[in-house]
């Protein structure tokens, strides 16, 4: 059965109400194709044997410190392909979103009728996580920018703010300072490990954090980048990651995505770490999150906010 993702299913998907997403992000979800078909059983056990024999794979690679070279190469060639574009911003998103796969959602699989389908998806997540949570805050800093991709979504939709990218490859510094250069926003790159947070980048006064499919990268060695934040006080912490608190192991198709990430060696306990320090009253959880949709092999979308107390 052929299906469309609604106003009312971003709402659901996003925690919020149909009105917020209205507003927000209607005109850009008109704008873009959201059909779908469910896969049959028969396709769906195709892709659990599939997904499985991924994560079996000897030379799937795992996240850490070791892959500074990987992500250089990278970014290196998404600056080449800008420059040789003319500062074209389509060309900053990662080579790892990939079209033409089936998707998660709901706990099932679905085969988009777009090749675009899940780049559109994360950019109407953007749309309505950057209006609500980025509006009252000066400065924006996004932890593991990359590409900077999410920063030139942020300044199209507040050019008045100020912009900071962090990043472990110099590619990355080079690719903001040439988006600024390019379309005159206020945007700067530094250079940021995770595994050793430079204390003397300051974090200024009416500053949101951000970081979206970086911590990842980090596995359970975020105890040094968490203790960063807190010594510097942000005014608030969006971090859009895989959480792997959120899913259910019980059901096959969330205990698929966490063999998965555990395998790949993403993001470990943080939530839990989160709720401790919340119980012992050094931060807030504002809101949690997992939007029950993703990749092929797991969920990049799922979301906690919070700030310091």
Known sequence: MNKSLSEKDFAEAFGTDEDEIHRFCGDLIKSLDFKYEVCS???????FLDVIKKYDDAELSASGSHRLNDWRTGWGEILQEFLASG??????????????????????????????????FALVFRYWLFKKYCRDYQNIYEFGCGTGQNLAVMAGLFPEKRFLGMDWVPESQELLKLIAGTYGWQMEGHRFDFFKPNYELEILPNSLIYTSCAMEQIGGDYGSFLDYLLAKKPSLCVNVECIQELYDEHTLCDYVALRYHRRRNYLGDFLTRLRALEQEKIIEIIATKRMGFGSLYHEGYMYVIWKIL
């Open 41 to 47: 059983q028969a396709t769906r056990e195709k892709i």
């Open 87 to 120: 500062g074209d911003l389509k060309v900053l998103v990662p080579k790892d979103l990939r079209p033409n796969r089936p998707l998660r959602y709901k706990e099932n699989y679905i085969l988009p009728f777009t090749a675009s389908f899940e780049h559109d």
